[in-house]
């Protein structure tokens, strides 16, 4: 089992910053590829980033490319989301994720967090 747990969600201003993190407890991350997803209010869940195992690979959901990171340290069991020049749009709960992650964005996900509420204001 792997417990994961989600912070750094908050209120910004939209063009401003934050940063996720994402802890894992219970197995060692370095097992899964880890991903991000996000739920909008009335929207379905949606991909954002993944990162493969031992951070060779990242994959972004076309919305976010160029705006958000992901990255992962296996020495502190902990994958991020550095997200920059945010958009009201962004404004959704972010869920962290363990699994796989193909190129082509399909995945399977074992482990979720409860989720982080960002909210961006315009």
């Known amino acids: 089992q792997v417990q994961l747990v989600e912070s750094g969600g908050g209120l910004v201003q939209a063009g401003g910053s934050l940063s996720l993190s994402c802890v894992a407890s219970?197995?060692?991350?370095?097992?899964?590829?880890m991903a991000w997803f996000r739920q909008a209010p009335g929207k379905e869940r949606e991909f954002v980033a993944s990162v493969s195992r031992y951070g060779v690979n990242t994959y972004y959901v076309d919305s976010v490319k160029g705006r958000f990171t992901i990255s992962r340290d296996d020495a502190k069991n902990t994958v991020y989301l550095q997200m920059n020049s945010l958009k009201s749009r962004d404004t959704a709960v972010y869920f962290c994720a363990a699994g796989w992650v193909t190129e082509r964005l399909n995945y399977g996900m074992d482990y979720w967090g409860k989720g982080t509420l960002v909210t961006v204001s315009s």
């Open positions: 219970g197995r060692t991350l370095s097992r899964y590829a």
